[in-house]
């Protein structure tokens, strides 16, 4: 039972344009999101996060965008730039104790055209 | 200042036969996480390492796998014996004591993972 879902295995877009990403859940106790982006032969690295509190953050070219009542988020990276070009995964976690596990959908694979 | 290390990078082994995979994480990070990802679905968590105890086991997938923080600095994942179904990307990560930061300052730092083919 996946949790944390990207339906969109890939999306290809123009540079310059803007970039959504999409990522849906299903468990009510997830309070903090997070996308993380993955180069090849790289680990994740950290991106944006967004608090169950808010329903906007926004860093640079980057904003997160949280829907509880739909239990949805995206991502959108506007001016999208070639270096963009990426897996990203959304991920979610329940404040739970001390434990900082996190859930992750199976990621988007971007790609910024030129 | 050193990331997450991990090594080996890659590593290809017969099925029956162990393997051990070990993480360096960011000195100074008492929290250290072991991840998987198999065949490019979702990254799955597998455990947490406050220091030198074990936090949470629950994403441990049986009792062929077992993970290890002598002194609560560096971290070992040993599988043994693998099977086919253990191959994918293993990715180590660590982050400081969320009892001490703002919990909206906290994020993981992931190592670039070892790549297990069990064959």
């Known amino acids: 039972d996946q949790q944390v879902k990207q339906n969109s295995p890939s999306l290809s877009v123009q540079e310059g344009r803007i970039s959504i990403l999409n990522c849906d859940y299903t468990?009510?106790?997830?309070?903090?999101f997070l996308w993380y982006k993955k180069y090849p032969a790289e680990g994740p690295t950290f991106l944006i996060s967004i608090s169950s509190i808010k329903d906007k953050n926004e860093d640079g070219r980057f904003t997160v965008f949280l829907n509880k009542s739909a239990k949805h988020l995206s991502l959108h990276i506007v001016p999208s730039q070639p270096g963009d070009s990426a897996v990203y995964f959304c991920?979610?976690?329940?404040?739970?104790?001390?434990?900082?596990?996190?859930?992750f959908g199976q990621g988007t694979r971007l790609t910024i055209n030129p | 200042e050193a990331g997450v290390t991990q090594f080996p990078s890659h590593s290809v082994i017969e099925k029956g036969q162990t393997v051990t995979l070990r993480c360096d994480p960011i000195s100074g990070h008492d929290n250290l996480y072991w991840y998987r990802r198999v065949m490019g679905k979702e990254i799955k968590f597998l455990l947490h390492?406050?220091?030198?105890?074990?936090?949470?086991e629950s994403g441990m997938p049986n009792n062929r796998f077992l993970a290890e923080r002598t002194g609560g600095t560096y971290s070992t994942l040993k599988v043994q014996p693998a099977e086919l179904e253990d191959s994918g990307v293993y990715f180590c990560?660590?982050?400081?004591?969320?009892?001490?930061?703002?919990?909206?300052?906290?994020?993981?730092?992931f190592g670039s993972g070892t790549q297990l083919s069990v064959l």
């Open positions: 991920a979610a976690s329940a404040l739970s104790g001390f434990s900082q596990k996190l859930v």
């Open positions: 390492f406050v220091k030198e105890s074990k936090q949470d």
């Open positions: 468990n009510s106790m997830f309070d903090y």
């Open positions: 990560a660590s982050s400081q004591d969320r009892t001490q930061g703002a919990w909206a300052n906290e994020k993981l730092f």
